[in-house]
């Protein structure tokens, strides 16, 4: 299973982006997916994610009000409208799915709940 990330790009404060992310490969049937980010020298933080069985939706609250996560089971795709955006989400945007059961909704926001991680997406925000 392969994730691939795309839409990231400079954009000055205040504008907006949308990320997407598709997973390829064998047959893959995502249970959730979601959106990390990451700065150099930093840890990886959690951005969003989507879990359609239970329709659970999260969101780090810095981002909260800003971005939106959609996604499309079938097409195994994940979305992240990110609106406003401030200097402060300048990251590489990493996409991440799973498989299997559904899980606590609160396990969402941790790397250790997926399996399969995209390459990442620069997103600059500068004037």
């Known amino acids: 299973v392969q994730l691939q990330a795309s839409g990231g790009g400079l954009v000055q404060p205040g504008g907006s982006l949308r990320l997407s992310c598709a997973a390829s490969g064998r047959t893959f049937s995502p249970s959730a997916m979601g959106w990390f980010r990451q700065v150099s020298g930093s840890e990886r933080q959690f951005v969003a994610a989507i879990q359609w069985s239970g329709g659970n939706i999260r969101y780090a609250e810095s981002v909260k009000g800003r971005f939106t996560i959609s996604g499309d089971k079938a097409k195994s795709t994940v979305y992240l409208q990110m609106n406003g955006l401030k200097p402060e989400d300048a990251a590489v945007y990493f996409c991440?799915?799973?498989?299997?059961?559904?899980?606590?909704?609160?396990?969402?926001?941790?790397?250790?709940?997926?399996?399969?991680w995209g390459q990442g997406t620069l997103v600059t925000v500068s004037s």
């Open positions: 991440a799915a799973r498989g299997g059961s559904r899980m606590i909704s609160s396990l969402l926001s941790s790397q250790n709940s997926y399996t399969y």
